[in-house]
């Protein structure tokens, strides 16, 4: 039965502790190398089968472990965590894991390896309690997921039969205003491109403008050519395709009570854009693509005026179902062409999917909602997508298999931010969630 396995906190503390320890911001691969290796060694010493599969980048650790029926959950994870900026701005040292309050702070608590070690000691107290599990497993955890996975799909493709699953369970998202996750069928796409202008061969004077080019100037006007001050993305053909939610959709996002008020105050903000209140909140993000640009730089940089020689921008695109990366890469290309802008350099950079898309009334995304009551009284709600992206249709495509994303974090968790956090219940709650699921997947495959 369910109620008999239940996760040490001592033993997750442990654990978590341990990765915390670990640097792994994105890129860093040395730093990724030893949380691999950390999270390899985690998941063997929980009875998991584990492959490493080295990348172009960081390492993809992959652990399995059989149950006692043929259902096959596959669990998505990545290990990267954001960049902790400025130490100053943290109350501790972001690499050690405190604890105030039943408050756990560190970076990666509530994004990247806070779940992850919730679902391995899920796991491990499921075994323990047991001596085996209901249905079988497969953990994917990446250490390039903030940077949209550019080694996952060939890892995939090279490594099919030890990723196969029958259905992919993830971790992203919100909580709704009494503070239970949301659910959601799928999650967007996402396209990364770096835009870059070139001048002079070499920086000159400012006084020159009058006859010379500025690379930053042209590289500001590409970007007003793609984004209007209402928020309306202006590349030919890019809302094309999209397809508003249909009826069930529409019901689901009508009836979702998104915490306006405690993202507000958690995030310094006095309204959303347009003054956006209730349902449109949820409809904008779970139905509404997505352009944002990052950074802009120009070189060389400093205090002197003077015409750069080059300047670029990163933007990221979150799609929506019947967007496709390249295709919306390519119509960039083509309007900023009809824009007089050929010289714009597009690089598409690495990485990138589609959105995954599951029906909310999927038998697997309304088991996922409906184990919610065991852990939090009441079923989940379902919602199509979330305002964030993750890799999940490289899976459902390799296998003609569904998906669904369980929230976690809080608005005031700071996943990008100084002094991330999460309340020590909400990770034991997701791993007992797991646990539950397990047995209902086992019961009703």
Not at 256 to 267: L, N, P, Y
């Amino acid at each position: 039965m369910a109620e008999s396995a239940f996760i040490s906190t001592d033993q997750l503390i442990t654990n978590l502790d341990q990765l915390i320890a670990l640097p792994g911001s994105s890129g860093h691969l040395e730093d990724l190398a030893t949380v691999a290796g950390r999270v390899a060694t985690l998941m063997r010493s929980y009875g998991l089968h584990v492959d490493v599969i080295p990348t172009n980048g960081a390492s993809i650790v992959v652990g399995r472990r059989t149950g006692r029926t043929p259902f096959t959950l596959l669990l998505y994870h990545h290990y990267d965590v954001a960049p902790p900026g400025s130490w100053r701005a943290w109350h501790h040292d972001p690499f050690q894991m405190a604890e105030r309050e039943s408050v756990l702070y560190g970076r990666g608590v509530a994004d990247g390896k806070g779940p992850l070690t919730a679902h391995l000691n899920a796991i491990a107290a499921l075994a323990e309690a047991e001596g085996d599990l209901p249905c079988n497993i497969v953990v994917v955890a990446e250490g390039e997921g903030l940077i949209g996975s550019p080694n996952l799909a060939l890892a995939l493709a090279s490594h099919r039969e030890i990723m196969r699953a029958d259905a992919v369970l993830a971790t992203g998202g919100d909580r709704d205003v009494s503070g239970k996750p949301f659910c959601y069928g799928g999650t967007k796409g996402l396209l990364q491109v770096r835009l870059r202008a070139m001048g002079a061969s070499e920086s000159l004077p400012a006084g020159l403008a009058t006859t010379v080019p500025n690379p930053l100037w042209r590289l500001i006007w590409a970007v007003t050519h793609i984004k209007s001050d209402q928020e309306e993305i202006l590349i030919n053909g890019f809302y094309d395709t999209i397809e508003g939610p249909g009826r069930g959709e529409n019901r689901a996002l009508r009836a979702a009570a998104v915490d306006e008020s405690g993202r507000m105050a958690a995030w310094g903000i006095s309204q959303f854009l347009f003054a956006m209140t209730g349902t449109a909140v949820a409809q904008a993000e779970a139905s509404l693509p997505t352009c944002n640009i990052t950074a802009v730089t120009s070189e060389p940089t400093g205090d002197t005026s003077l015409i750069p020689i080059s300047a670029s921008a990163r933007l990221d695109f979150q799609l929506v179902p019947r967007q496709h990366p390249q295709v919306i890469c390519d119509l960039l290309r083509e309007h900023l062409e009809s824009k007089g802008l050929a010289d714009i350099q597009i690089e598409r950079l690495p990485g990138g999917y589609p959105a995954a898309n599951t029906a909310i009334d999927d038998p697997f995304v309304a088991l996922v909602g409906s184990v919610g009551r065991h852990i939090h009284g009441e079923p989940l709600a379902i919602l199509p997508r979330g305002p964030f992206a993750q890799p999940l249709v490289l899976f459902a495509q390799a296998y003609g298999i569904p998906t669904a994303v369980v929230g976690l974090a809080r608005p005031d968790s700071a996943i990008c931010a100084p002094n991330e956090r999460i309340p020590l219940p909400d990770l034991v709650r997701h791993g007992q969630l797991l646990i539950e699921l397990l047995y209902a997947c086992a019961e009703h495959p």
